[in-house]
C-alpha cells in the first residue's frame, strides 16, 4: 500500500494512526525488578560490563525521584509498562523483502524504504524493541562509515569505543528516566564517521512503537571524528492507545574538531506517549552541531537537546518547532554550555499551541568563564490559536565571563484575523488560510529540512489544524 | 449597460458598532468599469470590505447580490470562489509561501483542478513583465519584504492571474510614486481586455483613472453616495474638490 506524501491535501490521521496485532512477538513482564533487567540483557546478550551496567542503573533508578519541576507524570506507571518487545523476527535485515510482512507493511506506509531509495545514505528502522532493518549504500560505506546497530558494533571492532562513550555525555544519573534507560534500553543506531569523511546526503534511523503500554529505549550513539561531517534524520511515529506508552530515548553525539553534525527530528508520538528523552553533544575545536527539531505528538514532552561546547571556536545552532493541541503538554527546548573561548550558539525556536494545549519554552545558556569572546543569542515565539490555550517562556541565562555577548528576544502573538481574510479574499478556505499561517511561522524549521521532511511536517501542521475552527 | 452582476441595495454598515454606511446602493454590469471617489473617512474601504465579506464589518440593512444570488450568508472565500476579487489597500504578509504558488494553489481551490506548474509559471513571468517586476518577485514570500509600491503591483498580478469576474481595488494607487501609477494603471487596462471583466476602483485621486475606460463615477460622502454620472465627475473633482458634493442640498451632479 503506497500512500502519497506529495500533495497537502491528501493527508488524514489514518496516516500514523495504524497498528497490527502483536500476538507473535515476545515480551517481558511488565514493571521493573532486577530479574526483568537480567532478563532483558540475556535476550539480547550483553556482555558482562554491560549487564553490570544496567543493574546498577535499575539501582539509581529506584533510588531518584520522578521530576515534579514540568508536566505532570501521574498517568505514567511505571509498573505498567513493558520495557522489552522484541518483534516477530529473530535479527536484523539488511533487505527488505527479509523483513517480516506487517513490520515491512508499516516501514512502507510511513514512506521510508522510498526515502531510502530516493534521498537517503542509508536507514536504520526500529521496530519496538529492536532494530529490523539497517543498511547503508556501498558509496558511503566505503569512505569507511559505520552505520549500524549499537548491539552488534558493542561485539565487533567498535566495542571499546562504545564502551569509552556510552551513557558517558548522559551519564544515568543525570536523572530518573536517563538511569531507566540505562537499565532497560535496546535497539537505536551507532555512527561513526571517520577523520575527513563527508556523507553528502543523510542517513535516517526511524523509531516505531507498535505494542500497547510499552516503552521504547533505544539509544543512538554517534561519532564524528575530525573534520567529518554528517545529517542525521531521526523520525518517529506510533498508534494512539488507551493506555500510556513511554519513550526515553537517549542520543549521544561526539562532534570532532572542525566536524560538523546536523541531527534533524520529526517527532510525531501519539498523544497517550510520555515522551522522556535526552539529547546531548558535546562539540570540539571549531566543530558544530546543528539540532533541527519538530516536536508534534505525545501527551507529555520533556526534551532539551543539550550542546556542550567544549573546544574553542566550537559553534552551536538550534531551531526548533513545537505543536501542542489538545491534551498535550509539551515541554522542550534546549541548553547549551559554553566551555571555552570565542564559542557560539543560536537559538531560534517556535511554539504553537492550541485547543487548551500548552507549549512551554524552556532553555539554558551557561557561559564558564573559561568562554570568554563567546556569542549567544536565543529568539522563541510563540503564537497562540486560541483563548483557551497556554504558551510558557522560561529562557535562563548564567554568565560567569565578563567577556560574552548575550541576547535573548521572545514574542508571543495571536493569528491576525486580517491575515485570515486576505488569504480567504483569494478563495482560501478559513481552514487553509490559518493552516498556511500557522506553516509559515513554522518555516524557521522547515526550510531547514530535506523537501520530503519539510512536506511531511506541514502534513502535520495540516493534521493538526483540521478542526481548528469554531 | 450590460447584463447585472453586482447589486447592492441600501446597504448599512458598521465597525465596532458604529454605522459608517448609511444606505449605499450600486449596480455594475459587466463588463463595466465603476469609480467611487471620496474624501478620507467617507467609507470607501468599508464598502468594499462589505462586498467582500470581511468579518470586522457587520452588514446591518440592506442587500448584496452577486451575479443574481444573495451573499449575505457567503465568507469571503466563497465570494471569492464566485468571482469577487479584492485588491488591499495594505496587504498582508504571509511567510513560508512564495507568491507564485501562493496564487497557483488559490486558483487550484478556486477551480478544484491541478495546473501544471511550468506553463503556469510563464504566465507568471509575462505579469510580471507587464506590471515591471524583477522576476526573483515570483520566488519571494508572499507580500515579505516588499516596498508599498510592489505590494500593489502584487496585487495587481493577482488580479491578472486569478482573473475575477470582479475586481473592487481599494486605492491600489495610493502612496505610488507617478510611475508606479502608470505600470498599475497599465495593468488595469490589460485586466479590461477582457470585455466581460467589470471592475470597482475606489480612490481619492484621479491620476490613475486617466488611461481607463469608465463607465460611471460615483461620489461617496460621509457613508452616502451623493453623486453620480459619467467619467465627466471626475475633472469636476479635480477642480473643485469634494467639498461641493459634501453639501447635502445636492442630490445630483453632472449629467
Known amino acids: 500500500m503506497k500512500q502519497d506524501k506529495t500533495y497537502v491535501e491528501d493527508v488524514n490521521r489514518a496516516f500514523y494512526d495504524f497498528r497490527y496485532e502483536d500476538g507473535d512477538s515476545y515480551k517481558v513482564e511488565s514493571g521493573l525488578t532486577r530479574e526483568i533487567i537480567e532478563q532483558i540483557s540475556r535476550e539480547k546478550n550483553d556482555p558482562d560490563w554491560m549487564r553490570e551496567f544496567r543493574l546498577r542503573s535499575l539501582e539509581i533508578f529506584h533510588a531518584m525521584k520522578m521530576p515534579v519541576w514540568g508536566p505532570s507524570v501521574e498517568g505514567l506507571d511505571m509498573d505498567n509498562i513493558v520495557t522489552y518487545v522484541r518483534p516477530n523476527t529473530e535479527r536484523m535485515h539488511t533487505k527488505w523483502e527479509d523483513v517480516p510482512q506487517n513490520i515491512k507493511d508499516t516501514f512502507e506506509r510511513l514512506g521510508i524504504p522510498q526515502s531510502e531509495r530516493e534521498s537517503l545514505a542509508g536507514v536504520g528502522a526500529q521496530y519496538d524493541s529492536e532494530l529490523v532493518y539497517h543498511n547503508v549504500r556501498k558509496e558511503v560505506a566505503e569512505q569507511g562509515v559505520v552505520y549500524t546497530d549499537l548491539e552488534s558494533a558493542m561485539r565487533g571492532e567498535y566495542a571499546d569505543m562504545i564502551r569509552s562513550h556510552f551513557m558517558k555525555l548522559v551519564p544515568p544519573t543525570d536523572h530518573k528516566f536517563a538511569a531507566l534507560h540505562g537499565a532497560v534500553w535496546s535497539g537505536g543506531s551507532f555512527v561513526y564517521v571517520p577523520p575527513g569523511a563527508s556523507v553528502e546526503i543523510p542517513l535516517q534511523s526511524y523509531f516505531r512503537l507498535n505494542a500497547a503500554g510499552a516503552g521504547q529505549f533505544e539509544h543512538t550513539l554517534i561519532i564524528v571524528d575530525k573534520g567529518a561531517h554528517l545529517h542525521f534524520i531521526e523520525g518517529c511515529s506510533a498508534p494512539k492507545y488507551n493506555v500510556a506508552n513511554l519513550h526515553a530515548g537517549c542520543v549521544e553525539l561526539y562532534v570532532g574538531e572542525d566536524a560538523s553534525l546536523r541531527y534533524s527530528t520529526i517527532e510525531n508520538w501519539s498523544k497517550n506517549m510520555y515522551n522522556l528523552n535526552t539529547k546531548r553533544a558535546r562539540v570540539e575545536k571549531g566543530g558544530r552541531i546543528e539540532w533541527v527539531s519538530g516536536s508534534f505528538g505525545s501527551h507529555v514532552s520533556y526534551l532539551y537537546p543539550m550542546s556542550i561546547l567544549a573546544g574553542e571556536g566550537a559553534q552551536c545552532e538550534f531551531t526548533g518547532v513545537t505543536f501542542a493541541g489538545e491534551g498535550q503538554d509539551l515541554d522542550t527546548g534546549c541548553k547549551i554550555v559554553h566551555g571555552a573561548p570565542d564559542t557560539t550558539s543560536h537559538v531560534n525556536t517556535r511554539s504553537i499551541s492550541k485547543s487548551g494545549g500548552v507549549s512551554t519554552f524552556r532553555s539554558a545558556v551557561v557561559v564558564t568563564e573559561k568562554a570568554a569572546g563567546s556569542k549567544s543569542s536565543v529568539s522563541c515565539q510563540s503564537l497562540m490559536l486560541d483563548d483557551i490555550s497556554r504558551s510558557d517562556t522560561i529562557p535562563a541565562m548564567d554568565v560567569r565571563t565578563g567577556r560574552a555577548d548575550i541576547g535573548h528576544e521572545a514574542r508571543i502573538g495571536r493569528i491576525s484575523d486580517e491575515a485570515v481574510f486576505y488569504l480567504m479574499s483569494r478563495g482560501l478556505s478559513e481552514e487553509d488560510a490559518r493552516a498556511l499561517i500557522v506553516s509559515g511561522f513554522a518555516e524557521n524549521v522547515s526550510k531547514e529540512l530535506p523537501l520530503e521532511y519539510a512536506v511531511e511536517m506541514n502534513n502535520l501542521i495540516r493534521i493538526e489544524m483540521k478542526g481548528a475552527i469554531g | ?255
Open chain 2, 1 to 255: 449597460m450590460g447584463t447585472e452582476l453586482l447589486r447592492a441595495e441600501d446597504l448599512y454598515v458598521s465597525a465596532e458598532d458604529r454605522e459608517i454606511l448609511h444606505g449605499v446602493s450600486l449596480r455594475i454590469g459587466r463588463g463595466e468599469t465603476h469609480v467611487i471617489m471620496g474624501p478620507n473617512g467617507a467609507g470607501k474601504s468599508t464598502l468594499a470590505g462589505a462586498l467582500m465579506g470581511d468579518p470586522s464589518y457587520e452588514v446591518t440593512g440592506g442587500r448584496i447580490f452577486f451575479e443574481g444570488e444573495e451573499l449575505q450568508d457567503l465568507s469571503a472565500s466563497e465570494r471569492a470562489r464566485r468571482g469577487l476579487f479584492l485588491s488591499f489597500q495594505n496587504p498582508v504578509e504571509v511567510p513560508g509561501i512564495s507568491l507564485e504558488n501562493f496564487i497557483r494553489s488559490a486558483l487550484e481551490q478556486r477551480t478544484g483542478k491541478k495546473i501544471r506548474i511550468w506553463e503556469f509559471r510563464k504566465q507568471v513571468r509575462k505579469v510580471l513583465e507587464t506590471l515591471q517586476m524583477d522576476q526573483s518577485y515570483a520566488e519571494r514570500d508572499l507580500n515579505v519584504g516588499f516596498s508599498g509600491g510592489e505590494k500593489k503591483k502584487a496585487e495587481i498580478l493577482q488580479m491578472l492571474l486569478l482573473g475575477p469576474a470582479l475586481a473592487i481595488l481599494d486605492e491600489t494607487d495610493s502612496g505610488l510614486d507617478v510611475d508606479a501609477v502608470r505600470t498599475v494603471s497599465q495593468g488595469i487596462r490589460e485586466f479590461q481586455k477582457d470585455k466581460s471583466a467589470s471592475l470597482l476602483v475606489i480612490t481619492h485621486n484621479a491620476a490613475i483613472l486617466n488611461s481607463l475606460e469608465v463607465d460611471a463615477v460615483h461620489i461617496l460622502a460621509d457613508g452616502r453616495i451623493v453623486a453620480s454620472g459619467g467619467r465627466e465627475l471626475i475633472p469636476a473633482v479635480e477642480e473643485e474638490g469634494f467639498a461641493r458634493f459634501e453639501d447635502p442640498q445636492r442630490e445630483e451632479a453632472g449629467a
